[in-house]
T-cell receptor, first 116, second 115 residues
Framework: GAVVSQHPSRVICKSGTSVKIECRSLDFQATTMFWYRQFPKQSLMLMATSNEGSKATYEQGVEKDKFLINHASLTLSTLTVTSAHPEDSSFYIC????????????FGPGTRLTVL | AQKVTQAQTEISVVEKEDVTLDCVYETRDTTYYLFWYKQPPSGELVFLIRRNSFDEQNEISGRYSWNFQKSTSSFNFTITASQVVDSAVYFCALRVDTGRRALTFGSGTRLQVQP
């Protein structure tokens, strides 16, 4: 299967700082990338969908000014958590899908964010 | 809207027992895909299976088997002769072929296999 990487795998930051998480498709061009959030012992919840070169579509309840998503190339999407607070501490997982509506999604390994 | 229900929050079995994880889904779309993922403590999702809505054949892969029944909107997952390494959280997920085509996940079932 295709490979999706995330960087960093783990980050600890102070409250009020911004954190950028990268999601890369290593061996295919990802026209669409999805960002999920998973709180401890909970399920994965879709935060936003981004298509290369377009603005991201955010799910209800997700603040787009707080979670900035950029999908500037076919292999890279970034999620920036701005002015992070302890309640933003979570496991963030991206997935990437290639061209064509029915192609499979591939998940990254996730980024564990801890805000002190 | 889509919905996936995994009613079993946590299951504990002893090694070598068989265990079935339930999954019930809701969608109005006629074309959809069902998935099972395993999430070990490391957090990385491990893909187990994908099944499309037009293929109701049951599938077996080693100790894993899946029972897809459209009549009851269920896609259950059975592990035969469970092993300690099977301990993880298992997610059932649904994707339709319209809209964003993102996955809708169930709440997950935590499986503990005791030696």
């Amino acid at each position: 299967g295709a490979v999706v990487s995330q960087h960093p795998s783990r980050v600890i930051c102070k409250s009020g700082t911004s954190v950028k998480i990268e999601c890369r498709s290593l061996d295919f061009q990802a026209t669409t990338m999805f960002w999920y959030r998973q709180f401890p012992k909970q399920s994965l919840m879709l935060m936003a969908t981004s298509n290369e070169g377009s603005k991201a579509t955010y799910e209800q309840g997700v603040e787009k000014d707080k979670f900035l998503i950029n999908h500037a190339s076919l292999t890279l999407s970034t999620l920036t958590v701005t002015s992070a607070h302890p309640e933003d501490s979570s496991f963030y997982i991206c997935s990437a899908r290639g061209a064509g509506g029915r192609t499979e999604q591939f998940f990254g390994p996730g980024t564990r964010l801890t805000v002190l | 809207a889509q919905k996936v229900t995994q009613a079993q929050t946590e299951i504990s079995v002893v090694e070598k027992e068989d265990v079935t994880l339930d999954c019930v889904y809701e969608t109005r779309d006629t074309t959809y895909y069902l998935f099972w993922y395993k999430q070990p403590p490391s957090g990385e999702l491990v893909f187990l299976i994908r099944r499309n809505s037009f293929d109701e054949q049951n599938e077996i892969s080693g100790r894993y088997s899946w029972n897809f029944q459209k009549s009851t909107s269920s896609f259950n997952f059975t592990i035969t002769a469970s092993q300690v390494v099977d301990s993880a959280v298992y997610f059932c997920a649904l994707r339709v072929d319209t809209g964003r085509r993102a996955l809708t996940f169930g709440s997950g079932t935590r499986l503990q296999v005791q030696p």
